[in-house]
C-alpha cells in the first residue's frame, strides 16, 4: 500500500467510527475462506461492516472517536465490525460464530465509547434485541389500562349474572 492509499484507508475508517454506535474486533486466525464468508454474510444481513484492517491504520482512524478505548487490543490479525444501528445483533452474531468456530476469538469491543471485554459482549449478545424490549415496554404501559377496562365491566357483568340469578330462582 502506498501513502495516498493509507491515507484513504484511515480517512474511511475514521468516518465510519466517527458515526458507528459500536465496533467490535475479533482474531481470525485459522478460519478459512468460507467461515469468513459465512461471517460476513450473518454480519451482513445483522446491517455491519466487517473487514480485516492493519492495527496501525485502525489506531490512527480511531483517534479521538469512540473506538480510541480499543487501543489495548490492537496486536495481532485483527478483524473489525463496525455497528451503525442496534449493537445487539451483531454482538449475537459474533457470539455465536465464536462458540461455533474455537479459532475465532473476540478481542474486545467500544459501545459508545466505553471499552467492552469479551464478557461483557457475551452478556450483550443474551439482550433481547430492540424491538422485543420495545414490545414488552408497550405491553407494561398498556397494562393499567387493560386491567382498568377489565374491572370496570366487571361492574354491569356482576350485576346481570345476579338478576339473572333472581330470574332463574324466581322461576323455579
Do not use: W
Not at 108 to 135: F, Q, T
Amino acid at each position: 500500500m502506498n501513502k495516498n492509499s493509507k491515507e484513504q484507508v484511515v480517512a474511511e475508517l475514521a468516518a465510519k467510527l466517527a458515526t458507528a454506535k459500536a465496533a467490535f474486533l475479533a482474531d481470525y486466525r485459522g478460519l478459512n475462506v468460507d467461515q469468513v464468508n459465512s461471517l460476513r454474510g450473518e454480519l451482513r444481513k445483522a446491517g455491519v461492516e466487517y473487514q480485516v484492517v492493519k492495527n496501525t491504520l485502525l489506531r490512527l482512524a480511531a483517534k479521538d472517536t469512540g473506538a480510541e478505548c480499543l487501543d489495548p487490543h490492537l496486536a495481532g490479525p485483527t478483524a473489525i465490525a463496525i455497528v451503525q444501528t442496534d449493537p445487539v445483533a451483531p454482538a449475537k452474531v459474533l457470539a455465536e460464530f465464536a462458540k461455533a468456530n474455537t479459532k475465532f476469538e473476540l478481542k474486545g469491543g467500544a459501545l459508545d465509547g466505553k471499552l467492552l471485554s469479551v464478557d461483557d459482549i457475551k452478556a450483550l449478545a443474551e439482550l433481547p434485541s430492540r424491538e422485543v424490549l420495545l414490545a414488552k415496554m408497550l405491553g407494561s404501559l398498556n397494562a393499567p389500562a387493560s386491567n382498568f377496562v377489565g374491572v370496570l365491566a366487571a361492574i354491569p357483568r356482576s350485576l346481570v349474572q345476579v338478576l339473572a340469578a333472581i330470574q332463574d330462582q324466581k322461576a323455579a
